[in-house]
């Protein structure tokens, strides 16, 4: 069983535009302190980003911002935070996360999001990291992005065994049951010297 001390979470620096997914931030937030697990995110005080760190914050757990220095402004960077680290570039921002954290949830959120949650699905299918990833499905958020991981798997473009690495759904209970009991199952992806030549 995995005890997990620092966790990752990607999310919108909006809030959306249905109150549950403010109501799931919070909820996560509460559930990661009540665990004892710091939180790692983005730095930002407002939209979701901030939702979940003041949860975790309220709650009496750690928080861990990471923030590039042209973005300290314009997502107004949080100040209440147990630790914040002010980086350069927004890479810089997505390499001390990834170091900082042993598990990467994706909470709703926009193109950032999908660009962090993705790298890491990414590093993972490289054998970069053994962490587990998973997306919070609040009110089917995610139903779409799931099926066209399902498309790719029938397409020939990923194998099963990494896509059902890749937990969705809208339970925190189920989630954090999950990780707790994640295992790897790292395979290296199917080019071969074989397959080079043949093209």
Known sequence: MRNIQS???YCGSS???????VEAATAFGTRLAKEGIALVYGGGKVGLMGTVADAVLAAGGRVIGVIPRQLVEKEVAHPGLTEMHVVE???????RMYELSEA?????GGFGTMDEMFEMLTWAQLGLHTYPCAYLDVRGFYSQLAATMD????EGFV????RDQVWFGE???ALFDWMKHY?????PKWITPSAVDSQ
């Open 7 to 9: 966790l990752c979470v």
């Open 15 to 21: 809030s959306g535009s249905h109150p549950a997914y």
């Open 89 to 95: 570039t927004m890479h810089q921002r997505k390499t």
């Open 104 to 108: 990467f949830v994706a909470l709703p």
């Open 151 to 154: 498309h790719m798997v029938g």
């Open 159 to 162: 194998k099963k065994i990494q």
């Open 171 to 173: 339970s925190i209970d």
């Open 183 to 187: 295992e790897s199952t790292y395979t």
